[in-house]
């Protein structure tokens, strides 16, 4: 029964992706050779990340040469500026995607966030800078998901959106060994011009091969009574209308409590793998294969099968509910195997994003869906700015070292280790600090973890009060939909008044020539 429910799931997976015939296109669209699919959002998301995905290995070792002890540091101050930029920025080109179409802002984002790839082996400061000012335009997913929102109906996005994610892990999933393999055989230099023509091929993919979503023939209202006003411009407009839709308001915290730390999480994680937990290099890889397929299976089947029986909001509560184990694991525990299971937790985990990006799309009316996903990709922009210095921050505190030991001592020149004897003050044992990091550690090996398990308690807080499904409308853009209204009534009766008047001047016409 479940092997005839999975393979009647496959069929229906594969027919949905490669399909041609749009129920939302007209008969003038069905008839063009090119049309709007999943397909081309797969291809860009998995273009773009792998190319960044390849240079894992290369931006740590430009990052060290360049900034030396202080890349920690660097490396999270770049991240919150990207971070925060992205924030600001992705409500607005979401906004004008709206307006303008899709295709245009798909090649505006994906040039402007893959130009710093070439940089790095040139010139590594304007590596950083171009890199940290590209957060302007690392919205990619935002415009990806009103992208697909445009093709599907509500029945079909969750599977599309489970794809669209499933893709993005699949890229970071094989592209970090194939550009350490290719690292350490021909160099760095390779794996770099590699991620420049990988980048420069999605972008020339999105110019040639991918169709415009938004047609006029189909949002004839958007195209033509739309206006590009500084209200739908301003980032902090955009911000100050989040306040007046309470369900987006509280879609918005849940992502800001729930992604803070998986953010942070994936800044430092691989690190912990080794140097805390001593992970070898092999496991390390086996690790994060294990994550990316089961990220994979996780997205498109098990999503799918959760809205179907529990629907969005508890499919999100349930990705909420093992992102809590999963961090909770991490902190409290430093055996391997509670690793490893704590592993096949977080592609579990995975689904909240998605899930949470479906409840939005359907929330959102049609001519919203950019400047609402915009939204939801902002706050996770300024969790890529925050989780890193925030867990860098935790770990500092309970003095938790993450930097590369120093290699360049031989094995026959021994460290002396000065042992720490308890202090005797006025005749009471006082247990030395390091005895009180040492029983620390044994405790909570992982303490940022612990700390956003507790914010994902939060979040499980707030996923409580929400609506078991999105509203039909939305208040997000409430100025621009009631100008759209005033608009298309006054369009109507000015048809509906011709009409009238064409009318008279016939009945008059006939009356006269009746005389």
Not at 112 to 136: A, D, H, N, Q
Not at 177 to 199: F, N, P, Q, T
Not at 212 to 227: D, G, M, N, Q, V
Request: hydrophobic content about 50%; glycine content about 6%.
């Amino acid at each position: 029964m479940i092997f005839r429910t999975m393979l009647g799931y496959r069929r229906k997976l594969k027919s949905f992706v490669w399909r041609r015939k749009n129920p939302k296109l007209t008969k003038e669209e069905k008839s063009d050779l090119f049309q709007p699919s999943v397909y081309h959002a797969l291809v860009v998301i998995f273009l773009e990340f792998f190319s960044w995905g390849l240079l894992i290995s290369p931006v740590i070792t430009v990052l060290n040469d360049t900034f030396g002890s202080n890349a920690f540091l660097m490396n999270g101050l770049i991240q919150g500026i990207k971070g925060i930029l992205s924030f600001l920025s992705a409500p607005v080109i979401g906004g004008l995607s709206d307006v303008w179409g899709r295709k245009p802002f798909l090649l505006l984002t994906v040039t402007f966030t893959c130009t710093p790839i070439p940089l790095m082996k040139f010139s590594p400061m304007w590596y950083f800078t171009i890199l940290s000012l590209s957060g302007v335009f690392s919205v990619t997913f935002s415009i990806i998901f009103a992208y697909v929102a445009d093709i599907t109906t509500r029945e079909e996005r969750s599977t599309a959106y489970g794809l669209v994610s499933a893709t993005f892990a699949a890229s970071l999933v094989t592209s970090p060994a194939v550009g350490a393999y290719l690292g350490a055989m021909y160099g760095d230099s390779l794996v770099i011009a590699l991620a420049s023509a990988i980048a420069l091929l999605d972008v020339f993919f999105i110019m040639v091969a991918v169709p415009e979503s938004l047609s006029e023939t189909r949002h004839p209202e958007i195209h033509h009574l739309s206006k590009l006003s500084w209200e739908k411009a301003d980032p902090f407009g955009s911000l100050k209308k989040i306040g007046k839709d309470e369900l987006i308001l509280m879609l918005c915290v849940m992502v800001f409590l729930s992604y803070l730390p998986e953010a942070g999480e994936y800044s430092c994680f691989f690190v912990y793998l080794r140097l805390v937990l001593d992970f070898s290099p092999e496991k390390v890889a086996a690790f994060v294969a294990m994550i990316g397929v089961t990220s994979v299976i996780a997205q498109t089947a098990l999503m799918a099968i959760l809205m179907r029986q529990l629907g969005l909001k508890q499919t999100i509560i349930v990705g909420l509910v093992f992102e809590m184990l999963q961090l909770f694991m991490l902190g409290f525990f430093a055996q391997h195997w509670i690793v490893w299971i704590s592993g096949a937790v977080a592609a579990i985990c995975s689904i909240t994003y998605p899930s949470i990006s479906v409840f939005v799309s359907a929330h959102a009316s049609p001519d919203q869906q950019g400047v609402a996903q915009g939204v939801v990709t902002g706050i996770r922009g300024l969790c890529n700015g925050l989780g890193p210095a925030l867990y860098g921050f935790i770990f500092y505190l309970f003095k938790v070292d993450l930097n590369e030991p120093d290699h360049g001592l031989l094995p026959d020149h021994p460290v002396a280790v000065i042992p720490t004897r308890p202090a005797i003050v006025n005749g009471s044992l006082v247990v030395s600090e390091n005895k009180i990091l040492h029983i620390q550690k044994l405790i909570v090996p992982g303490p940022p973890f612990v700390f956003g398990g507790i914010l994902v308690i939060v979040a499980l807080l707030v996923a409580s009060f929400m609506p078991s499904s999105p509203n039909s409308s939305s208040s997000l853009l409430t100025a621009d939909d009631s100008t759209q209204s005033m608009s298309s009534e006054t369009l109507g009766t000015r048809m509906r008044d011709k009409k009238l008047i064409e009318k008279q001047a016939l009945l008059v016409s006939s009356d006269q020539d009746c005389l």
